[in-house]
């Protein structure tokens, strides 16, 4: 059964640091890796994706993926209150289903 | 960007009734839809999974004559809750993969079902 883990938190920083979400899976013929981020009684939004080992960045997110350690993270520097929202991961295999694996979410609270 | 619109955004019907979700890609084609209901604080929990034109594919413990797809369209896909029951009540998300980017998922807003 493919598993995707994370650290349910809560994660709380402070304003202005950075903010480490982490994420294990259990399918080494992942291929395709997400970071949604959920807003209380919302439904999750895309943020990032990253296909490739390394080092992915989009504004104040990084994506980091090591596929030999089965482990995708994502860094949000200098943390706002408006990013406190629960953060959830998503992994997918190669080939044309894509159905996603989700991850249980990383609770974050930034405070002032 | 990829817009995907979920109608109801909130509905409250009575035990027995029928309820009718609809999930549409706005801006793209979508050839696979997804749907998934979410309890307060859990996870998404992956109901099914529906293509155009095909029947849905269900997960194991999801009723299939209980909660019915229709994809009818590339942009269009319906998820109908029949003879609601209160423990029916749940948050219900639709998501849509983009035809053209062939993995990414986008997310519909959401429909949070209230059955009294």
């Known amino acids: 059964q493919k598993e995707v883990e994370q650290n349910s938190g809560p994660l709380s920083v402070p304003e202005g640091a950075i903010a480490s979400l982490n994420c294990t899976y259990s399918?080494?013929?992942?291929?395709?890796f997400f970071w949604y981020r959920q807003y209380s009684g919302k439904s999750p939004e895309l943020i990032m994706s990253?296909?490739?080992?390394g080092d992915k960045e989009d504004g104040r997110f990084t994506a980091q993926l090591n596929k030999a350690s089965q482990y995708v993270s994502l860094l949000i520097r200098d943390s706002q209150p408006s990013d406190s929202a629960t953060y959830l991961c998503a992994v997918s295999s190669s080939g044309g289903s894509y159905i996603p694996t989700f991850g249980r979410g990383t609770s974050l609270i930034v405070h002032p | 960007g990829a817009v995907v619109s979920q109608h109801p955004s909130r509905v409250i019907c009575k035990s027995g009734t029928s309820v009718k979700i609809e999930c549409r890609s706005l801006?793209?084609?979508?050839?696979?839809m997804f749907w998934y209901r979410q309890f307060p604080k859990q996870s998404l929990m992956l109901m099914a999974t529906?293509?155009?034109?095909?029947?849905?594919?269900?997960e194991q413990g999801v009723e299939k004559d209980k909660f019915l797809i229709n994809h009818a369209s590339l942009t269009l896909s319906t998820l109908t809750v029949t003879s609601a029951h209160p423990e029916d009540s749940s948050f219900y998300i639709c998501s849509a993969r983009h035809i053209a980017l062939n993995t990414e998922a986008f997310f519909g807003q959401g429909t949070r079902l209230t059955v009294v």
């Open positions: 990253i296909y490739s080992n």
């Open positions: 801006d793209f084609q979508a050839t696979t």
């Open positions: 529906s293509n155009e034109g095909s029947k849905a594919t269900y």
């Open positions: 399918d080494r013929g992942s291929q395709s």
